[in-house]
């Protein structure tokens, strides 16, 4: 029996959905500051601090950049961006707007922490938190279910660009792909 083109054109779009369906989930919680993750109860003030001191170090480092604070202003809101010169001349990151604590199956007292930016363009209208890879995290502070990626160690940051007219982004180095402006 031959299969028809469109049925292996159906095939072939489903499965990026399917497999990423089946990537692991964890619980992670959102917190805009040390006192936010204190009076969440699940860390002593000291591991709190440690956390947030880990997210803010990674902050720079990560961070997605723009070469115009427009650019970024745009994802990210007016006045949410930082211009900061790190050798390659002036480039704009948002300002960390929270931090996320993975917690780890099997392994109750582990986390990851990690920086968080609130973008306008991720989450609709509305906006919401995103990790430095563009990967959507949550709308609100607090506990939710994320991919195990997205609460990975990040590598490096990556650089933002915007195509004619501010409708679309893109990222040299994988930072979310297009999204709508």
């Known amino acids: 029996m031959k299969r028809s083109p469109t049925v292996r054109l159906l095939l072939m779009g ?6 990423t369906a089946c ?14 993750c204190v009076a969440g109860a699940k860390l002593t003030e000291d591991q709190c601090k ?17 070469t115009s604070q427009a650019d970024c202003e745009t994802d990210f809101g007016s006045g949410k961006c930082q211009g900061v010169n790190q050798g390659a001349g002036i480039q704009f990151i948002p300002l960390m707007a929270a ?5 780890y199956a099997g392994r109750p007292n582990y986390y990851q922490s990690q920086p968080m930016y ?16 563009g990967q959507q995290m949550s ?19 990556v650089t933002m660009s915007r195509s004619g007219f501010g409708s679309s ?3 040299k180095g994988g930072w979310g792909g297009s999204s709508g402006s």
């Open 50 to 66: 440690a956390a947030f001191d880990h997210a803010k170090s990674e902050h720079e480092r990560v961070a997605p950049r723009y």
């Open 139 to 157: 709308r609100t502070t607090g506990m939710t279910t994320v991919s195990r990626s997205s609460m990975e160690a990040p590598t490096r940051a």
């Open 14 to 19: 489903t499965a990026p959905v399917l497999l």
């Open 99 to 103: 931090y996320a604590l993975g917690y």
């Open 23 to 36: 990537e692991a989930q964890d619980d992670a919680v959102l917190y805009k500051d040390v006192a936010e």
């Open 118 to 133: 609130y973008s306008y363009t991720s989450f609709g209208s509305s906006g919401g938190y995103v990790n430095s890879g």
């Open 169 to 171: 982004s893109s990222a």
